[in-house]
């Protein structure tokens, strides 16, 4: 069961719980900064989290490097197309700061690079339909996103949360065959920033190793670019070949892994990052 939380922090927002076992710094408000990196610490000492992760602007950097963080990813150009972003870790136990599965995560780096330059596989199959998901799909969505995900950081599982999000700044496309949805993705928009998170990419079983999170990634960056977005990114699953060969097939650059990261499925997985600039 998911029991991770999205509260704010003065004007900034951030995720925390059990299930990944971290405080997430998702966006900093300039004018909670320097103060908001000692009430970080003291919400993971307090709840025994094992991971602070801080996506911050460039000014704060120095700050967080000073109280004991590490630079494990960073993206030029984040904010606006001006300022980068630094993807900020700190550890409080040792056996977070390490993967086992470093070895696989090397070789599926490895691959993805290697098939950069190839082209992109998409729906060869007729009788598919591309589009946007709306409100009446939710149902449908989470019952994808249930087979697909065992557990996962956020309660995708649920309609209502679904619902939610779309009506909040969260651009969701699926692919379907008739009735049925057989994949899904969504884009996460920070409008003020101009940048968007490219995530929840889910294929059904069935469909899967078929180029459909390609066409996803495609409908969705056309979106965003028609609302001004201008770059995109990933926090991918650093394990998961298919996932980091089509972001490096569609021109989206590896930035940094982070280490043991976020829960999904019943484990915490390393996640790479990925970004491009429309």
């Not at 719980?17 to 990196?37: C, H, T, W």
């Not at 599926?108 to 998409?122: F, I, S």
Request: proline share 4%; charged share 20%; glycine share 6%.
């Amino acid at each position: 069961m998911n029991d991770d939380q999205i509260q704010q922090i003065g004007d900034s927002l951030i995720q925390h719980g059990k299930a990944s076992e971290r405080v997430y710094l998702m966006k900093l408000a300039q004018n909670d900064f320097p103060e908001i990196i000692p009430r970080l610490t003291k919400l993971a000492e307090s709840q025994g989290y094992t991971k602070i992760f801080a996506k911050i602007p460039a000014f704060a950097k120095e700050s967080f490097i000073g109280d004991g963080y590490r630079v494990e990813a960073s993206i030029p150009k984040f904010y606006q197309s001006k300022e980068s972003a630094f993807f900020m870790a700190r550890y409080f136990h040792p056996r977070r700061k390490e993967d086992s599965q470093q070895e696989q995560i090397d070789k599926v780096l490895n691959e993805a690079r290697q098939k950069a330059a190839t082209v992109p596989k998409g729906m060869a199959q007729t009788g598919l339909s591309c589009r946007l998901a709306g409100p009446l799909d939710c149902k449908q969505m989470a019952e994808l996103y249930k087979q697909v995900f065992q557990s996962y950081p956020f309660p995708i599982h649920d309609p209502n949360y679904l619902q939610e999000t779309m009506a909040d700044n969260v651009i969701y496309a699926g692919i379907w065959q008739g009735e049925q949805l057989l994949a899904l993705a969504s884009a996460e928009a920070d409008y003020q920033g101009a940048n968007a998170e490219m995530t929840d990419f889910a294929t059904h079983a069935d469909w899967q190793g078929k180029g459909l999170a390609n066409d996803l990634m495609v409908r969705l960056e056309e979106e965003m670019a028609k609302r001004t977005i201008t770059t995109c990114y990933t926090i991918a699953r650093a394990t998961s070949y298919g996932m980091n060969i089509c972001f490096a097939r569609n021109g989206y650059t590896y930035s940094g892994t982070l280490v043991k990261n976020t829960q999904i499925s019943g484990g915490l997985e390393s996640m790479n990052v990925w970004y491009k600039h429309l």
